[in-house]
């Protein structure tokens, strides 16, 4: 049996039998820009992977066809030559919502320095915005899917109303506020998911049939937030989306570090067709041995191999964690070797870690293949 990466992970998608398990290195592109020429080696590694794109639209989840009337952004020098300071400012009826984001010159991860909701009176203000969906254009994804090809696939990516919402609070006001104001929580997460069933519909109905992929349930979960919670906030306003994915004849993907063991079951009956990144001990809490001995291939697994592996890790140590991981993996027919996170999120690389990364590339593939059928 001999698939194109296409048909491997669109058959992992529909829980099909497949040759061998993917083999994915996350963010890569062909063609992509490198933060640092000592990634060129990887990319070339990569080349030989199943490919997985994600090509995101323009319909801004706070305020749609209204985003440039209502939200201005100054870039302002900080007193370090490699950090600029973003200044963001939501006008709303009922005042100013103000925040900063740093973001980086070299390359680092940008973070937040100002969160815009402050005090719960400020969701008021954020729902307050008006809003009509902005116009969508498949084009972008169907160019990046001819030039994809037999590759990989090209996933639609769509916001999230919790990632929304945390990321103009940040998680300390939001732990707050889930117990101080939980009905405004989730008052702000109700309408949001309703715009992003509206956009998702828009997306299907444009004969985009891609899977749509989203981040975002992590910032609901244990130890940020409880099992409830991600209940009630998390399930209760994901799962319409998925509805509206599946009756479209697609699929989704779900990204959500840290320990999700006890929500499998969860997002098996959500609807969520793969699920990334299944980080192991200690950020996470996936054997996947144990995993897939539980589930089997009730929904795609994807990941298992810790960023933090990548980089400390010594050859033969990770050459034991890739052997274990695609082991597990493929009992449960649907297996995508996958890091948990993005390769090139360091702008000054090690010598130890690109040599890591060149293991997990061609001893990785070399695994996936011994598996094939």
């Not at 006008?91 to 991860?109: A, N, Q, W, Y």
């Not at 940020?224 to 306003?237: A, Q, T, V, W």
Request: aromatic share 10%; with cysteine.
């Amino acid at each position: 049996m001999k698939l194109t990466s296409h048909e491997r992970i669109m058959r992992i998608f529909q829980n099909k039998e497949i040759d061998r398990p993917a083999i994915k290195l996350w963010a890569f592109e062909p063609g992509m820009k490198l933060t640092n020429p000592a990634y060129h080696p990887v990319c070339e590694a990569a080349q030989k992977t199943d490919l997985f794109l994600t090509i995101g639209n323009n319909m801004d989840i706070y305020c749609g066809k209204y985003v440039n009337e209502l939200i201005t952004r100054e870039y302002r020098e900080t007193d370090q030559p490699i950090w600029i300071d973003h200044h963001i400012t939501f006008h709303t009826p009922k005042g100013d919502l103000k925040g900063v984001m740093r973001f980086s010159t070299i390359g680092e991860p940008s973070y937040t320095t100002e969160y815009m909701i402050k005090e719960p009176e400020d969701m008021d203000k954020l729902l307050s915005m008006p809003y009509v969906q902005g116009d969508y254009d498949p084009e972008p994804f169907f160019e990046k899917q001819a030039q994809v090809g037999d590759r990989g696939i090209v996933m639609s990516g769509l916001d999230h109303a919790g990632y929304a919402l945390q990321r103009i609070t940040g998680s300390v006001n939001l732990a707050l506020f889930s117990v101080d104001c939980r009905e405004k929580v989730e008052e702000v997460l109700s309408v949001y998911s309703k715009r992003l069933v509206d956009c998702a519909k828009t997306i299907l109905s444009s004969g985009v049939k891609a899977p749509l992929a989203w981040v975002g349930p992590e910032l609901f979960t244990p130890p940020l937030l409880s099992p409830k919670d991600f209940d009630d906030f998390i399930f209760k306003f994901d799962k319409p989306i998925c509805d509206v994915v599946h009756e479209a004849g697609s699929h989704v993907w779900v990204h959500c570090h840290g320990k999700v063991a006890k929500l499998v079951e969860r997002y098996i009956e959500m609807g969520v067709d793969i699920l990334n990144p299944l980080e192991p001990p200690k950020n996470g809490d996936i054997n996947m041995k144990e995993i897939v001995r539980k589930y089997g291939n009730r929904i795609g697994w994807e990941g298992n191999i810790e960023m933090q592996d990548l980089i400390q890790s010594k050859p033969d140590h990770l050459r034991e964690l890739i052997d274990e991981c695609v082991e597990a993996g493929n009992e449960s027919g649907r297996f995508i070797l996958c890091p948990s996170s993005g390769f090139m999120e360091y702008p000054r690389p090690s010598k130890e870690y690109i040599e890591n990364l060149l293991i997990y590339l061609n001893y990785g593939f070399e695994r996936v293949e011994a598996c094939r059928k």
